[in-house]
C-alpha cells in the first residue's frame, strides 16, 4: 500500500461537482456535511482535490456522454496525483451501476441515492482494498434527512419531505431510479425545520417529487397541508415554499394551508408538461388542462398575488401542431412567471423512448422558440404588474457579475421574483439574510428592479440570518465567534416538535 493510500481523511480535501435537479443540490448538501464529519476539507478553488465526487442526473439529454468526458479529462488529473480519489453518485450512478467502472475503470467508488450515507466508507474501503467499490442499493437504506447536511446558505434551507414518487409518467426515469414514495414522519421535518431555525435559517423549502401525495404511507390525505399550517407556527421561520406538487393530486385543503399561513409565500410551481389532453394521456399523467386551469383559478381566487411557474416539455412523441397549440393556450391562460421548458429527447428506460412518432428535432426546435417567445412575453407582462409595488425582500450573496458593474445587491420577493436593488446614499447596507423593504420600480421577463430615490423609500430590517452570516464570516476569516454554531448539522436533532 503506497503513502498516499493510508493518508488519515483529515488531511484531504474534496470537491463535489452536481448535476440537475433541485433533489441533487440539497443531496450533495448532505455529502459534503458527511464529507467533512469525517474531517475532509474544502479544496481550494486553484487546488487539485484529493477526492472529486459526481453527483449525477440521469434526466437531462447526453448526462450519460457529459459524465464520461468529465471523467476522462480527471484521468489525467488523478494520474498526475497518486492517492486522489473520483466517486460517482447519484441518479446516473443508480442506473448504470457497474457500467461506470467497466467504462471508466480509474473510477473509485460509485454509489446510487439510496446509499449516500455509505460513501465515506466506500471510499476509505476502496482506499484500503486498491480497487473501485460499488455499492447500490434497490431501496432507501437511511432517509437522506437524517445525514449530516452542510448548508450553502446560511439563511435558507432545504427539507426532505419525501423521497421517490408513485406515479409513472411515461418520459421520467424518478421512479426506476428513486423508487416508490417514502414518506418521513412529521415529527421529524418539523425537527429538522426547527433545527435549521435554530441555525439562523429563515427561507425553508419542503422537498419532494411529489408534495401533494406526502402521507400516503400513512394514510393521511391531508398531510402536506397540516404540515404547512405546522410549519406556521415555527417561531422565527419567515418563508415556507415548497416543490414539486403534482395537479392531479392537489387538494382544496392545500390551497387553504397557503393562503391561511402567512409565512407560507404566494408562489406555486405546478408542473402543466402540456396543454393537449391527448399529449398528458400518453404522458400518463392523469390531469387534464381543464383541471390545471381550474386550480389556478383557485389559487388565485384566495391568493391573488400569486406567481405560479411551471414545467413544459415540447415534442413528445405523437405531439401535432395541435397538441402544440393547445399547449401555447394553457400557457396563455395560465399567465406563468416563469416556465422551464424542455425540448422532449429520448431517455434509454422510460416508456416514452420506446413510442413511436418521434417528432423531428427541427419540428420541435421552432415550436420550442415559439413557446419561449410567448412566455417572455407573459413573464414581461406579469413583472410590470409589479412596477409601483413595495417588495419586502430576502437578501442573497449571488450579487453577479452585472450586480458588480451596477452596484445594485440581489434579494427575492416573497413570490420568489428576483430583485436586483440599489441603496440610496447613506443608509445601512443589509447582510445576506436581511430584509429589506423597496418599491419595485423596473421590470424584465424574470427579474425586477428597485431603484429608490432616498432613504425614505428604503427600509432594512436585520434579522437572525444576518447574523447568521455574520458569523459564518467570522468563522471562515478565522476571527472566530463567541456564538456557537452548526457548521454541520446533524438532520436528526435533538429537540422534537410533535404534529
Ligand atoms: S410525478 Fe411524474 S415526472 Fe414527477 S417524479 Fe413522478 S414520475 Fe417523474
Known amino acids: 500500500m503506497t503513502q498516499a493510500a493510508i493518508a488519515p481523511t483529515t488531511q484531504r480535501s474534496y470537491e463535489i461537482r452536481t448535476f440537475g435537479c433541485q433533489m441533487n443540490v440539497h443531496d450533495s448538501e448532505r455529502i459534503s456535511g458527511l464529507l467533512e464529519e469525517r474531517g475532509y476539507t474544502v479544496a481550494d478553488a486553484e487546488a ?97 434527512s437524517t445525514l449530516p447536511t452542510k448548508r450553502e446558505s446560511s439563511y435558507s434551507g432545504w427539507v426532505s419531505i419525501s423521497v421517490g414518487c408513485n406515479n409513472t409518467c411515461t418520459f421520467c426515469i424518478v421512479p426506476s431510479l428513486r423508487g416508490k414514495e417514502k414518506d418521513r ?45 405546522a410549519t406556521g407556527d415555527i417561531e422565527g421561520l419567515e418563508r415556507v415554499r415548497f416543490t414539486s406538487p403534482h395537479p392531479a393530486s392537489f387538494t382544496e385543503d392545500v390551497i387553504d394551508a397557503m393562503a391561511e399561513t402567512p409565512n407560507v409565500m404566494p408562489q406555486l410551481h405546478m408542473p402543466l408538461q402540456s396543454g393537449s389532453d391527448t399529449i398528458l394521456k400518453a404522458m400518463r399523467r392523469s390531469y387534464r388542462s381543464k383541471r390545471f386551469l381550474g386550480i389556478l383559478d383557485k389559487v388565485r381566487e384566495r391568493i391573488p398575488h400569486a406567481a405560479v411557474t411551471t414545467d413544459i416539455i415540447v415534442g413528445f412523441p405523437g405531439e401535432t401542431e395541435e397538441d402544440f397549440q393547445q399547449t401555447l393556450d394553457v400557457v396563455e391562460a395560465s399567465r406563468f412567471s416563469m416556465a422551464y421548458t424542455f425540448q422532449y429527447s429520448q431517455r434509454a428506460g422510460t416508456p416514452a423512448a420506446e413510442m413511436g412518432d418521434q417528432i423531428p428535432k427541427e419540428v420541435v426546435q421552432e415550436r420550442f422558440e415559439r413557446l419561449v417567445a410567448l412566455q417572455d412575453r407573459i413573464a414581461a407582462e406579469e413583472s410590470a404588474k409589479r412596477v409601483g409595488t413595495e417588495q419586502e425582500v430576502l437578501v442573497t450573496n449571488d450579487t453577479g457579475a452585472r450586480g458588480e458593474q451596477t452596484g445594485r445587491l440581489t434579494g427575492r420577493a416573497p413570490d420568489n421574483r428576483l430583485v436586483h436593488f440599489s441603496l440610496p446614499h447613506g443608509v445601512e447596507t443589509p447582510r445576506p439574510g436581511d430584509f429589506v423593504t423597496v418599491p419595485i420600480t423596473e421590470a424584465y421577463s424574470y427579474h425586477l428592479i428597485a431603484d429608490p430615490t432616498s432613504a425614505e423609500e428604503y427600509c432594512v430590517r436585520r434579522s437572525r440570518a444576518g447574523d447568521a452570516w455574520d458569523r459564518r464570516q467570522a468563522e471562515s476569516c478565522g476571527t472566530g465567534s463567541s456564538v456557537p454554531t452548526a457548521g454541520v448539522n446533524l438532520g436528526l436533532p435533538s429537540l422534537r416538535v410533535d404534529a
Request: hydrophobic residues 40%; charged residues 25%.
Open 48 to 144: 487539485t482535490p484529493d477526492l472529486v465526487v459526481f453527483n449525477t442526473c440521469a434526466v437531462r439529454e447526453n448526462a450519460a456522454n457529459k459524465l464520461y468526458g468529465h471523467l476522462g479529462n480527471l484521468k489525467v488529473v488523478k494520474d498526475e496525483h497518486p492517492g486522489m480519489q473520483i466517486a460517482v453518485g447519484g441518479c446516473l450512478a443508480q442506473k448504470d451501476q457497474d457500467s461506470i467502472v467497466e467504462r471508466a475503470p480509474w473510477v473509485d467508488v460509485v454509489f446510487g441515492t439510496h446509499n449516500i450515507g455509505s460513501l465515506p466508507v466506500l471510499l476509505e474501503r476502496s482506499r484500503h482494498n486498491e480497487s473501485a467499490q460499488v455499492e447500490l442499493l434497490e431501496a432507501l437504506e437511511t432517509f437522506p
Open 185 to 229: 414522519r412529521p415529527g421529524d421535518i418539523l425537527s429538522e425545520v426547527q433545527a435549521l431555525v435554530d441555525d439562523g435559517a429563515v427561507e425553508v423549502t419542503l422537498l419532494g417529487q411529489n408534495v401533494n401525495t406526502y402521507g400516503v404511507e400513512f394514510r393521511d390525505r391531508q398531510a402536506f397541508s397540516k404540515l404547512l399550517r
